[in-house]
Structure formats: C-alpha cells, structure tokens
C-alpha cells in the first residue's frame, strides 16, 4: 500500500531516543516520514505517500489511508505521531475532504497507542525553516538539508517529515530548558 523510498538505518537500539511518524493527510496522497532523535542527530529513517486514485470514492480512498498508516505504524513503531493542527482548504467540499483524512490520521494513531502531537502550520514551517510563512518548496529544500537526503524529496513527504522534524526540535529545546531550570532555580533562591 505505501510506497517508500530513503535509506532505512540500522542503528544501535541502545542509543534511540525517540522515534516519530510524521503525516500530512491528503485524500489523493497522505505524506508520511519517519524521523529518530539519536544520540542528539536527527536521523533519517524513510518516507513516502500513500496514494489513492481520483476515480475511487471518499470511502475507499480514505480506508487506503487508514490501511497504509496502519501499515506503517506497525512496521517502525513509534511512539509518536505529529502532524498539522489546522489546515486551509479552498472550499468547504475540499476541508470536508481533507477533515477526514485527518481524522483517519488521528484514528490509525489513537488505535495503535502512541502518543499524538500536533503543531499549526506556521509553527512547523518556523521550527524547519525559519520562518513560518515558507513556501512548499523551501520546506522540502530544508528538511532534506536537515536530514542528509541527496534525493528529492516529494511535497507531501517532505511535509510530514517537517512535521516529525517540529516535534522532535520542540521536545530537545523543552528538555534543554528543564535541565537548566533547576540550576537556575537554585541560583534565584541563593
């Protein structure tokens, strides 16, 4: 069902720390990308989209979905799932669409247990490139920077990888904040 592409690394178990599935649902194609924090390197573990034909019906694209992040959920068992807060849709027929991918997103995540983090947009594309109003492709320049990936990297995995690469940032960002704070608490108090 998913098609992959990327290198799958065969790191020493003992030093992951995190491993996350990016998604960014689409009826016609849901990116996903998954993305380890090792030894404090962000690591490249494979991506791909999981597309569906125009011809087949809501119901049968959206079960494809739901299969294939099932699927893949399986295969690298993250412990968690981040993916865009809110999106923007041309018309409400298109949201309806895209609320229901979205929602089979959230569902294959609920079901196999893991943890879900979601982020707004402009908050993804601020933590990958800098810069909250960036465009598609200067997400899909930045995260294959980040990630060492020598090949092009498609828009929708490039997007869900920004995603896993969002969470990952914030949570080494919040753990350096924690550990310092007691030594600054101290301090204040002295």
């Known amino acids: 069902m998913p098609s992959r592409s990327g290198q799958r690394l065969d790191a020493d178990l003992s030093q992951r720390c995190e491993r996350i599935l990016g998604i960014d649902p689409g009826t016609v194609a849901t990116g996903w990308g998954v993305v380890e924090m090792a030894g404090g390197s962000l690591v490249h573990l494979d991506h791909g989209t999981i597309g569906s034909s125009a011809g087949l019906g809501q119901g049968a694209r959206l079960k494809r979905i739901y299969r294939g992040l ?31 991918a979205r929602g089979v997103a959230l569902l294959a995540a609920a079901e196999s247990g893991v943890a879900l983090y979601e982020y707004a947009t402009a908050e993804i ?41 969002c969470y990952l940032h914030q949570r080494a960002f919040h753990a350096r904040i924690k550990e310092s704070a007691p030594e600054n608490f101290q301090a204040a108090r002295r």
């Open 70 to 100: 099932q699927e893949i959920l399986a295969r690298y068992e993250p412990q968690g799932v981040s993916l865009e807060k809110v999106f923007f849709a041309r018309n409400a027929s298109s949201a309806l669409k895209l609320g229901q």
């Open 125 to 165: 594309k601020l933590a990958v490139v800098g810069y909250g109003q960036a465009s598609k492709e200067q997400v899909q320049k930045m995260v294959a920077s980040i990630l060492r990936v020598p090949e092009p990297i498609p828009p929708d995995a490039a997007d869900a990888l920004a995603a896993a690469i």
